[in-house]
Structures are given as C-alpha cells and as structure tokens.
C-alpha cells in the first residue's frame, strides 16, 4: 500500500542548512500535490511549502527566500532544502502527499510519520 516517509532532520546551528527527503512508496498511479508541514510544540501545524504536479511552488512567508521545494517524479520523492536556518525553524515537518494509488479513481491524503528539525542559537 502506498505510505510516504520524510528522512533527513537533525540538529543544526543557526544559519546552517539541511535537506528533507520524502519518498513515497507503493502501489502509486499518480502523485500529486506535495507539501511541507511543521508544528512546534505549543503551535498548530502550518503549511510551509508546497509543490504541485507540474512544479509550481508556494511557501509561508516566514521562510521565503530561505527553503527550497522541489520534486523528483520519477523517483517519487520530494525535497525541502532549507538554508539559513533559525532557531524558530525548529519543529516536527511533515510529508503530505496528494497520491492517486493504483487502481483508485481518486487520490488521498498521506501522511509522513515526521522528522525532527531543531536549530540551535
């Protein structure tokens, strides 16, 4: 069955950077939207980027100009490269996946299990 993993948190310092991974595995017809997500303890979750089929991005304000979206369709992986970090980066960032699995009309929603991100001042 169709599952999405997100790989590559870690702590780092402030101004440092670290790549996220999310591969998606399975029984997959088509991928669709992919998106970035965080939540700090104490936060609700909040999108921070996000990338569609065809590779038009979006991202929260806070981190504009700092992280990166991009996607490997044939690889079915996404990636979130994110520079010039800060201590308000660190969170939990989660995988979403927009994926129409095999045999399915319709795509669903997945979920990465999420991958720690700590920036140290």
């Known amino acids: 069955q169709v599952q999405v993993l997100e790989s590559g948190g870690g702590l780092v310092q402030a101004g440092g950077s670290l790549r996220l991974s999310c591969a998606a595995s399975?029984?997959?017809?088509?991928?669709?939207?992919m998106d970035w997500y965080r939540q700090a303890p104490g936060k609700q979750r909040e999108l921070v980027a996000g990338i569609t089929k065809g590779g038009n991005t979006k991202y929260a304000d806070s981190v504009k100009g700092r992280f990166t979206v991009s996607r490997d369709n044939a690889k079915n992986m996404v990636y979130l490269q994110m520079d010039s970090l800060k201590p308000e980066d660190t969170a939990v960032y989660y995988c979403?996946?927009?994926?129409?699995?095999?045999?399915?009309?319709?795509?669903?929603?997945?979920w990465g299990q999420g991958t720690q991100v700590t920036v140290s001042s």
């Open positions: 979403n996946a927009s994926i129409r699995p095999l045999g399915f009309a319709n795509a669903f929603s997945y």
């Open positions: 399975g029984t997959i017809f088509s991928l669709n939207a």
